[in-house]
T-cell receptor
C-alpha cells in the first residue's frame, strides 16, 4: 500500500518570502504521480501542480514548483513570493493504480496548514 | 471549467436515519470519488467509481454505500447514520480511464454533515 507523509502540521512564512512544504512517499510502483492541492478556509480543494515519476524536469506552475527527488522519495512544494492569499491547508497526494480494474485513485497526506504573515 | 456540485453545503441528521449525499459533475468524467475529511487525518477515500454502475471500495467503506446509475451523478448513502460519521464529505471527479492518468481530480465544495 502507498503512503504519503507530511511531517509539518503547521508552517509560518512572512509575506514575499519563499516557503517549502515537505512531502515524502512510499511506493513499490515504478510509475506513479504526485499531486499538490490547496484548501482555503472556505473548503474547496484546488489543484496546484502535478509531477509524474518519469518526468525528467521538476514541475512548475507560476509561483509553485515541485522539488522532486526520486531517490529520496520526496516531492516538496515550493511557493515563491508568498502572498496573504496563500494561507491555507496544503495536501500532497499520490496516484495509485487499482490492481484489478483500469481505474486509479489518490492517497492523501495529512496536510500542512500554512499561515502567511504580513 | 469543471463543475462538481454537491447537493448540500451543511446537513444535520439524526442517529439511525438513512442519509443521501448527492454529487453531480458536468464534464462527462468517467471517474468519481467520495472522501471524508477529518482534522489530522487528511482525506480518506470511501468509495470510487470508474464507470457507470461500477464501484470500488476505498479505505473506509464500512457504514456507507454508493450508487452510480448515470455518468454525471454519484450518490453516497449512509445506511444508518451514526455520530462517528459526523464529518466533511468531499466529492471529486476525474477525466480519463487510464490507470496512469495525470489528470487531476476536481472537487466539489464539500458537505459538512452533523449526526446528532
Amino acid at each position: 500500500a502507498q503512503k504519503i507523509t507530511q511531517t509539518q502540521p503547521g508552517m509560518f512564512v512572512q509575506e514575499k518570502e519563499a516557503v517549502t512544504l515537505d512531502c515524502t512517499y512510499d511506493t513499490s510502483d515504478q510509475s506513479y504521480g504526485l499531486f499538490w492541492y490547496k484548501q482555503p478556509s472556505s473548503g474547496e480543494m484546488i489543484f496546484l501542480i502535478y509531477q509524474g515519476s518519469y518526468d525528467e524536469q521538476n514541475a512548475t506552475e507560476g509561483r509553485y514548483s515541485l522539488n522532486f527527488q526520486k531517490a529520496r522519495k520526496s516531492a516538496n512544494l515550493v511557493i515563491s513570493a508568498s502572498q496573504l492569499g496563500d494561507s491555507a491547508m496544503y495536501f500532497c497526494a499520490m496516484r495509485e493504480a487499482h490492481p484489478e480494474t483500469s481505474g486509479s485513485r489518490l492517497t492523501f497526506g495529512e496536510g500542512t496548514q500554512l499561515t502567511v504573515n504580513p | 471549467d469543471v463543475k462538481v456540485t454537491q447537493s448540500s453545503r451543511y446537513l444535520v441528521k439524526r442517529t439511525g436515519e438513512k442519509v443521501f449525499l448527492e454529487c453531480v459533475q458536468d464534464m462527462d468524467h468517467e471517474n468519481m470519488f467520495w472522501y471524508r475529511q477529518d482534522p489530522g487525518l487528511g482525506l480518506r477515500l470511501i468509495y470510487f467509481s470508474y464507470d457507470v454502475k461500477m464501484k470500488e471500495k476505498g479505505d473506509i467503506p464500512e457504514g456507507y454505500s454508493v450508487s452510480r446509475e448515470k455518468k454525471e451523478r454519484f450518490s453516497l448513502i449512509l445506511e444508518s447514520a451514526s455520530t462517528n460519521q459526523t464529518s466533511m464529505y468531499l466529492c471529486a471527479s476525474r477525466r480519463g480511464q487510464s490507470r496512469w492518468s495525470n489528470q487531476p481530480q476536481h472537487f466539489g465544495d464539500g458537505t459538512r454533515l452533523s449526526i446528532l
